[in-house]
């Protein structure tokens, strides 16, 4: 008898959206699957920020120590909320084609965006950074929960609009009309690509997922996750980063932001596609050496405390 490969993730529609994506794409190949939905902490505590609640692996641990256990053998992540650095004996199977990867704005009207007051909802440190530094009279407040909580809390508001990616969105079809893309906005490591994990030492999973893997996407989400490990250090920070590949050359822009969204060290570069080995460490070590090391001390000493 076959072996059925069972498919651990998060239940949010989202999240069972992408699993059953994989689900589909695996079974097409001829192997038996199951879905195992479960909860994280990320998902299950709604009332405080993510930063305090130590972001690094908020969304991914639960579905991390369901495979150490043995309880599935594969997981499916939004890979913008995977770790740098991936728990011993988990590896990467596959980077799924990236989708869409901006921010975009659902709003009640924008007007405000001329004024000097406005509030906007995200639980992002990068995108009230970002925000800030474009509408530095404005107001951030934080928002928390899956993608149709978050939409459900702003039409019960009174904020002018909250951001969101809109790969999310689109992927479960709930996009509405009233949005624009913020197209200054420097997307998250990662934002918009599908990441598969598999134990290392599972060699019937790692190569039923080989087949799932899409090149390009996995060239720019490592040189983007280069750049967020050499910058963070372990903390969170607003951090952005995208790199596209076009042809043979690889074009990467990345940046630092203080928490209030005041200062703002960039980088921008492009390199030939055999060159990009450490490109994203050199970036970051750009940033590092242009202030963003000082920065990066100030982030951690607000965060900490």
Known sequence: MSRTIRIGTRDSELALWQATTVQNALEKTGHKTELVPVKSTG??????????MGITGIFTKTLDVAMIKGEVDIAVHSMKDVPTALPKGIVEGAVMKRANTKDILIHK???FLDSESGTIATGSLRRKAQWLHRHPGHK?????????TRMQKLE???????IFAAA???????????????DWMIPAPAQGAMLIVAMEEDNHCRKALAGLHHR???IEVHVERQFLRKLEGGCTAPIGALARIH???????GALFSLDGKQKIEVERSVSIDQIEDF????????????????????????NN
């Not at 709604?46 to 305090?52: A, F, I, N, T, V």
């Not at 951030?140 to 149709?148: C, F, I, M, P, T």
């Not at 019960?156 to 909250?162: F, K, L, M, R, Y």
């Not at 999310?168 to 913020?182: A, Q, S, T, V």
Request: net charge negative; proline share 3%.
């Open 43 to 52: 998902d299950l505590n709604l009332d405080q920020p993510l930063y305090e």
């Open 109 to 111: 009207g924008l007007d």
């Open 140 to 148: 951030v407040v934080d928002l928390r929960g899956n993608v149709n």
């Open 156 to 162: 019960a508001s009174d904020w002018n609009g909250a």
């Open 168 to 182: 999310g969105l689109e992927r479960i079809d709930i996009k509405p009309h009233n949005f624009i893309d913020l």
């Open 216 to 218: 390009n996407s996995g």
């Open 247 to 253: 042809k043979d050359e690889l074009h990467f822009k």
């Open 280 to 303: 994203g460490i050199s970036c970051a070590e750009h940033i590092l050496e242009n202030g963003g090391k000082e920065l990066m001390t100030h982030i951690k000493s607000i965060l």
